[in-house]
T-cell receptor, first 114, second 114 residues
Framework: AQSVTQPDIHITVSEGASLELRCNYS??????LFWYVQSPGQGLQLLLK??????LVQGIKGFEAEFKRSQSSFNLRKPSVHWSDAAEYFC????????????FGQGTTLQVKP | NAGVTQTPKFQVLKTGQSMTLQCAQD?????MSWYRQDPGMGLRLIHY???????DQGEVPNGYNVSRSTTEDFPLRLLSAAPSQTSVYFC?????????????FGPGTRLTVL
């Protein structure tokens, strides 16, 4: 069955430090992968997506993610975190078929220390 | 464009009451969906629609009904509210099947069932 695992429930980094959020997926075919961000009290906003091609994907707000098929991972990175990056981050995989469903991970809450 | 709008933002119900959560989008998207978000569980698909007049069940459909009479609107009805339906509900839309395209999320409705 398809699934997404975000091993880290909560991460704290200092402002200006680098960031890596982990995402592992289980999917039989070539996955469609997404990272969404949710600011407090807001809906989800797409950061980036991977469908095919270059395995390093650039997104908005200075984020990037790398698809590694051998490791079934799609980790999100940012070289220098800003206080405004504090939010909850969700990794998701497209389930394919006719449902249109996205399968979400449990989410990682990012706290940024000044 | 207003994007995806949801009303109300907050709602408190008593067990057994019914209500409708409203969702509208002005992007002429064919695909719309409802998710619920519970702590530690990410988002789970309740119902989805691939166009006006076409709806289908997602992962957790029990206790919810939907209809899609227009492209713009996709209301979610709770027939007889239960405490297990306490959650944050998000509506989303996209131009293609949800897993194949960017989904745009509304700001959410926080529902409490007493």
């Amino acid at each position: 069955a398809q699934s997404v695992t975000q091993p880290d429930i909560h991460i704290t980094v200092s402002e200006g430090a680098s960031l890596e959020l982990r995402c592992n997926y289980s999917y039989g075919a070539t996955p469609y992968l997404f990272w969404y961000v949710q600011s407090p009290g807001q809906g989800l906003q797409l950061l980036l997506k991977y469908f095919s091609g270059d395995t390093l994907v650039q997104g908005i707000k200075g984020f990037e993610a790398e698809f590694k098929r051998s490791q079934s991972s799609f980790n999100l990175r940012k070289p220098s975190v800003h206080w405004s990056d504090a939010a909850e981050y969700f990794c998701a995989v497209g389930a394919g078929g006719n449902t249109g469903k996205l399968i979400f991970g449990q989410g990682t809450t990012l706290q940024v220390k000044p | 464009n207003a994007g995806v709008t949801q009303t109300p933002k907050f709602q408190v119900l008593k067990t057994g009451q019914s209500m409708t959560l409203q969702c509208a989008q002005d992007m002429n998207h064919e695909y719309m969906s409802w998710y619920r978000q519970d702590p530690g569980m990410g988002l789970r698909l309740i119902h989805y629609s691939v166009g006006a007049g076409i709806t289908d069940q997602g992962e957790v459909p029990n206790g919810y009904n939907v209809s899609r009479s227009t492209t713009e609107d996709f209301p979610l009805r709770l027939l007889s509210a239960a405490p297990s339906q306490t959650s944050v509900y998000f509506c989303a839309s996209s131009s293609q099947l949800g897993w194949a395209d960017t989904q745009y999320f509304g700001p959410g409705t926080r529902l409490t069932v007493l």
